[in-house]
């Protein structure tokens, strides 16, 4: 793997253990993994491998056991300036009693900007992600997929370097999640913004990612880092019916299927216990999607 | 706009129905009655309109409504500033649940004898005497609130580094305004309580202090009409505060429409 561009994000050696109540969980184990400067990555991984904690330790909302985040060349020890989270539970991310504007306002606010400036960010951010017109509305009075729109003005207006999404769109349904997931490629495009993006859909991380990191089960380290060489103007349509992208979906689920076995404290060659008739039945579910 | 104007007089219909049903009633059957402690209710609402008409209002009721008002607002005022800082911080909570737990457990009213001998029987005991009892409410909501504070709401907050007073105006309070707004109702009958047995034990004014007056001198159908005014005081302040209640709460009664899919 080489990297074009100077990291804008490294992470090094990363682990994360919980104790408490006499009892101790090793959430996350060793991950390295840097992200260059306008990069899109995408990270996934099964179920419960520990990609929220490790967001939260990015984000600088959770402190790392060990091991450390740098962002542009400045070691993280509380949540950065130049850096916005986008959570996936939007209707808890909203301030309710705010109106839409309110909501993207308040950042800009507690940073000081002066009003005039406030005003035209929020404008072109919530005309960026098409709800111009939702301004004067309370978040509970707009849909799901509309919330989460607003959560990524909020972001876009206060303009980070670096954009984390947890899963933003995996509590919305699938024809608003297509829409979303093709504002966030075309907002990358249009704000040169590095994006780290998590999710556990492997069709999305490879749609939208330059890279995608897989992540091994809990205790969690990195499994593999992969290119994603489709073409840079993607579209539904064709893009996900293109045969690299069957390939490139086919390569990360096989990955998925090992990493689900295969914990961070197993050596890569140790055999995963096999359990491969029980996961027939959710191949071929998946596959139906 | 037709139909609301109905809407709005059916409610108004409903509302005054059983009241006026109970009016007539004890009009009715007190009309005539002999007893010299309970007076028709004709000779009670003279005695109203004679009473608390006039001079009364400015000497008595003025004063008792002040008081409770200043010590409705301190108590307001104490339990929340003392609620945030109990509630953000854990150590602190539990050093003084205890205490605090011991202190409410105190019949406010068990306290007045003792606040008179410090404080005198000015208006300061009096409202230090409201203050002391409908704190309470007001400072255990608030602590419950904001001790709830969602937590991703807490996070996204912190990512975008809203800190100190900013987050204290834009997320806990608002957070915890519901729980708050629920102390302060609370409060508010306890006030009312506690400002008319302060003025029943030692006072020079009021309207506690002018029923027990009456009922000393045998002027029954006045203590009476003073009993009305209480209630039909209370009744007032309620209104006013479901008027507070609907403008700040605004967003969450929409929020919980909406939860409920009745959008």
Known sequence: MTQPTPAMLQVDAVQKIYTGHGRTVEAVRNLTFSVGDGELVCIVGPSGAGKTTLLKCIAGLLEPTSGTVTLAGEAVSGPPESMAVVFQEYGRSLYPWMTVEGNVELPLKAAK????????????????????EAHAAYPWQLSGGMQQRVAIARAVAYRPKVLLMDEP?????????????????????????????VTHDIDESVYLGQR????????????????????????????????????????????IQLAKHRKGDQRPDEPAPDR?????????????? | ????????????????????????????LSAGSTNYYAPPLSTIFTAFGDTWIGARMRDDVLPSVVRLLIGYLGAVLVGVALGVLLGGNRTLRRVTEPVLEFFRAIPPPALIPILFLFAGIGDTAKVIVIVFGSV???????????????????????????????????????????????????????????????????STNGLGFSIIQF????????????????????????????????????????????QRGEK
Not at chain 1, 115 to 131: P, T
Not at chain 2, 11 to 26: E, Q
Request: net charge positive; no cysteine; proline share 4%.
């Open chain 1, 113 to 132: 900007l002066p009003a005039g400036e406030r005003r035209e960010r929020v404008r072109d951010a919530l005309e960026a992600v098409g709800l111009a």
């Open chain 1, 169 to 197: 769109f995996a509590a919305v349904d699938a024809q608003t999640r297509a829409d979303l997931e093709d504002l966030v490629r075309s907002l990358w495009h249009r704000l040169g913004v590095t994006i780290l993006f």
């Open chain 1, 212 to 255: 995608v990191l897989v992540l091994s089960s809990s205790p969690t380290v990195v499994m593999e880092d992969l290119t994603i060489d489709l073409p840079d103007e993607r579209n539904q349509l064709d893009t996900r019916s293109s045969p690299r992208f069957a390939e490139l979906r086919h390569h990360v689920y096989e990955q």
């Open chain 1, 276 to 289: 491969s008739a029980a996961h027939g039945a959710t191949v071929a579910a998946d596959a139906g999607r």
């Open chain 2, 1 to 28: 706009m037709g139909t609301r104007i109905a809407g709005w007089g059916k409610t108004l219909l409903f509302a005054l129905a059983l009241p006026v049903v109970l009016i007539a009633a004890w009009w009715a």
């Open chain 2, 136 to 202: 309470w409410p007001v400072l255990l909501n608030t602590v419950e609130g904001v001790r709830a504070v969602d937590e991703v709401l807490s996070d996204t907050s912190r990512s975008y580094r809203i800190t100190g007073l900013t987050r204290l105006r834009r997320l806990v309070l608002p957070a915890a305004g519901p729980q708050i707004v629920a102390g302060m109702r609370q409060a508010l009958s306890i006030a009312i309580i506690l400002m008319v047995i302060s003025e029943m034990f030692a």
């Open chain 2, 215 to 258: 009922q000393r001198s045998f002027a029954i159908p006045q203590m009476w009409s003073g009993i009305l005014l209480l209630g039909l005081l209370g009744f007032a302040l309620s209104l006013l505060f479901a008027v507070f209640e609907r403008r700040t709460l605004r967003w969450y009664h929409g929020l919980r429409a909406s």
